[in-house]
């Protein structure tokens, strides 16, 4: 039930390593399902040096944030974020997801072509 108010993103109990790395996926899957992959990976990487100011930011707005979602695992998502590895883990994730949905879409395209019985489409017909 809680799962479905704060979007998939909770981590049950304390924090440790599996579970950190269910909440990285869950955050990383739910990047990759917006279509914000790129811009998300790009403003991770360009932070990645700030990521202590970073996550005190989001200790910040944590009121803001918990006014308008449900999030049973912010305050362990802020924490994480103090560490340059974990920023650099959700990086990887969210490339992985990227990547196996882009796999996905380009098998689901072809079997589409293969089922309408096209080919690769050519820019000229050669007449015969």
């Known amino acids: 039930m ?6 998939g993103l909770t981590s049950p109990g ?15 899957g739910r990047v990759v399902r917006m279509g914000l992959a ?14 202590f100011v970073g996550s005190q ?3 910040f707005f944590e009121p ?6 449900n999030l049973a695992s912010y ?14 883990r959700l990086i990887r994730r969210i490339e ?9 879409e380009r098998e689901a395209k072809a079997a589409r072509r293969a089922a309408k019985g096209e080919t690769k489409r050519r820019w000229f017909r050669r007449k015969s």
């Open 75 to 88: 305050d362990r998502f802020t924490s994480m974020m103090e560490d340059r590895k974990n920023v650099e």
């Open 96 to 104: 992985e997801l990227e990547d196996e949905r882009a796999q996905a």
């Open 14 to 28: 304390g924090g440790g390593e599996d579970q950190d790395e269910a909440l990285l996926t869950a955050i990383a």
């Open 38 to 51: 790129v811009p998300a990976v790009f403003f991770l990487e360009s932070t990645k040096p700030l990521s």
């Open 2 to 7: 809680d799962e479905q108010r704060d979007g």
């Open 57 to 59: 930011a989001l200790v």
């Open 64 to 69: 803001f944030v918990k006014a308008f979602l």
